[in-house]
């Protein structure tokens, strides 16, 4: 059956060899699925199919590869049952699965200790910087939460810190010890010395005593990831996915990552799931003596 269509697709549709070639290989694969299954191509159902459009996605196919093949699939099928070789066409509208979003890139708990490890905090802006990145690493928040958070949104006796998300919806975020204790000192040593007996409304100030802007933060965090090791596309956004993705591995619980997060939808979050599993895995194949 798969030859009468090649062979249709060759003479009659006048397909290029390169397309006949491709069109060949992805029904020689759907042809070793089906042996697999002990079934012939002409006997596989829907859910067959989908099977093997989702064995096409976790094989590592990409998803334009997976596409073609499952467009492949499907003009198969309908050769098949217009010809009628088959009584009905189990191919008519299926669709590739939905590809999963590009995995965050995060850093290891080393590289971010690093990371960490690198503000002069004997220089009030390198006390600013440093209190900067405890804050983002320990609370996951938005570069422009970040940035917007004035002296009163941090409670340090209390732990935790108040801002403003988007959809300009209020959440409280959890900060950890460390971070409070260098937010604590920036307060009383490196902000005042900054401003210069000026005043601000922003907890985080440049070196003129001015807000901190998105481009001010990315460039010291750019500075800071060179002088780590880790400049590798790093951005805030990274230290965002470090900090759920850290939470995840030590056992936090998802839903208490999409508050923190401030994550409408729990399926933004779950996005780290697959962070977690892509690890799992890598680790199974590698160590396990029966990959």
């Known amino acids: 059956m798969i030859d009468s269509y090649i062979s249709y697709l060759r003479d009659v549709r006048r397909m290029s060899p390169n397309t006949v070639e491709s069109y060949a290989r992805d029904l020689s694969a759907l042809a070793a699925f089906a042996e697999r299954r002990g079934r012939g191509v ?3 159902d829907r859910r067959d199919l989908e099977a093997f459009a989702r ?3 976790s094989t590592g196919h990409s998803p334009r590869s997976t596409a073609r093949a499952v467009a492949t699939v499907r003009g198969f099928y309908r050769f ?3 010809d009628r070789r088959i009584a009905s066409d189990p191919a008519e509208d299926l669709r590739a699965p939905r590809a999963w979003p590009a995995l965050p890139k995060y850093l290891a708990a080393d590289e971010v ?6 503000p002069d905090v004997t220089q009030p802006r390198g006390m600013r910087d440093k209190a900067l990145l405890e804050v983002l690493y320990a609370t996951g928040l938005r570069v422009s939460e970040l940035l917007s958070l004035r002296p009163g949104d941090v409670n340090v006796s209390g732990g935790y810190l108040t801002c403003i998300g988007k959809g300009d919806k209020e ?3 959890p900060i950890g010890r460390t971070a409070c204790d260098w937010v604590r000192r920036y307060l009383a040593e490196a902000r005042p010395a900054l401003l ?3 005043k601000s409304p922003w907890l985080f100030v440049n070196a003129r005593g001015g807000a901190l802007s998105r481009v001010g933060f990315w460039k010291l965090l750019k500075e800071y990831g060179i002088k780590a090791g880790v400049s590798r596309e790093l951005s805030p956004h990274v230290l965002r996915h470090s900090f759920a993705t850290h939470l995840l591995e030590r056992g936090a619980d ?3 990552i999409q508050v923190m997060l401030g994550h409408a939808d729990l399926s933004t979050t779950q996005i ?3 962070v977690l599993e892509a690890r799992l895995k890598a680790v199974y194949n590698r160590f396990h003596p029966r990959p």
Request: hydrophobic share 35%.
């Open 196 to 198: 210069r007996k000026g």
């Open 55 to 57: 064995q096409l996605t």
């Open 42 to 44: 002409e006997t596989l």
């Open 80 to 82: 098949l049952a217009g």
């Open 171 to 173: 959440r409280m975020v």
């Open 113 to 118: 200790d690093r990371l960490l490890g690198q």
């Open 272 to 274: 780290y799931t697959h």
């Open 254 to 256: 998802l839903r208490a």
